[in-house]
């Protein structure tokens, strides 16, 4: 089940329209943010709010609200799906225009909370192709508009891979909707947060748990050849956590399952997750 908040209304989401003047539907203008709930609990609210903001602010879209009134509404949303494990989608748009034109038309923004309960998402070890990154070179902003992330995913679909690593230049930037992590000789190395990709909720708090742990982890570019010649490699994003990759471009990775590194990772994440979830606010 879905519940829908659209401009200051709650309703079923398959009930929930948008004009076709908004800019969200004719342009693919607006940012969005993807929020986990476990426990009743938003996890890692602050720092979704966070990049939220940046992405209105390096878009120039009117922020809607201040976040005590989007932390009321995330709650509100948690209450009427009525389970403890969900996801929230927000979208802001940039609003509806008067007419279709490239020019703003200091439009309002429209709000959308999606509201649902957590799908069961596969965890098995995926097999990834590498693909040329052929995405704008603004991934940093978590854009609505996100026709070349599909073309990748749906194009390494149609050729038998799960999901595409996707190389600029010849280093790794992100997958089509996580991003990339490799050991290579006991070092964990993931590429440098830039514009050309997503600054992953995940990814932070990953980077932080090495560095409170003792795991050893560069942050610097990654070739090709070192990707392909990585003991272990996983990919990180809100919905699949930390998740190994079995192949890529048909080769093994390691032996093809989630390595020690992947498996104490993950391990990390999942209590870290746990402390801050912890008690319910439901
Ligand atoms: N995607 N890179 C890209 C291109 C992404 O779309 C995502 C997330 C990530 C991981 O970011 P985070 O750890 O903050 O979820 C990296 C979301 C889940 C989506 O589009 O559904």
């Known amino acids: 089940m879905s519940i ?3 401009n200051g209304v709650w309703q079923p989401a398959e009930e929930a329209r948008v004009s076709v003047l908004d800019r969200g539907f004719l342009f693919g ?4 943010e993807v929020i986990p709930v476990f426990n009743g609990r938003v996890f890692a609210e602050d720092r979704h709010l966070a990049r939220m903001a940046r992405s209105l602010g390096q878009t120039g879209i009117k922020p809607p609200m201040p976040n005590d009134c989007w932390k009321h509404l995330f709650a509100e ?19 509806v225009s008067r007419v279709r034109s490239h020019n703003y038309q200091n439009e309002e923004p429209t709000v959308l909370v999606l509201a649902s309960g957590w799908p069961e998402y596969e965890q098995r070890p995926h097999d990834v192709v ?5 995405r704008w070179s603004r991934a940093d902003i978590k854009a609505t508009s996100l026709v070349a992330s599909g073309m990748i995913r749906n ?5 038998g891979y799960d999901d595409a690593i996707l190389i600029r230049d010849g280093k790794v930037t992100e997958a089509s909707a996580s991003n990339v992590f490799i050991a290579l000789d006991g070092m964990i190395v993931t590429p440098p947060a830039s514009r050309y990709l997503l600054h992953g909720i995940t990814r932070a708090v990953v ?3 090495a560095a409170a742990h003792g795991l050893p982890l560069q942050e610097r570019e990654i070739t090709h050849a070192e990707l392909m010649a990585a003991n ?9 956590e930390v998740w190994p990759v079995a192949s890529i471009d048909r080769c093994k990775v390691g032996s093809g399952e989630p390595g020690p ?14 402390s801050q979830t912890a008690s319910s606010v439901m």
Do not use: C
């Not at 949303?77 to 609003?95: H, P």
């Open 4 to 6: 829908a908040y659209l």
């Open 29 to 32: 203008d607006g940012v969005y």
């Open 77 to 95: 949303g948690i209450r009427r799906v009525g389970e403890a494990s969900a996801v929230l989608y927000v979208q802001i748009t940039r609003g």
């Open 130 to 134: 590498t693909m040329e990154d052929f």
């Open 155 to 159: 194009g390494a679909i149609a050729d």
């Open 207 to 209: 980077i932080e748990l």
């Open 232 to 240: 272990e490699v996983w990919l990180t994003s809100t919905t699949h």
């Open 261 to 274: 590194l992947t498996n104490q990772v993950n391990s990390l994440y999942q209590a870290y997750k746990r």
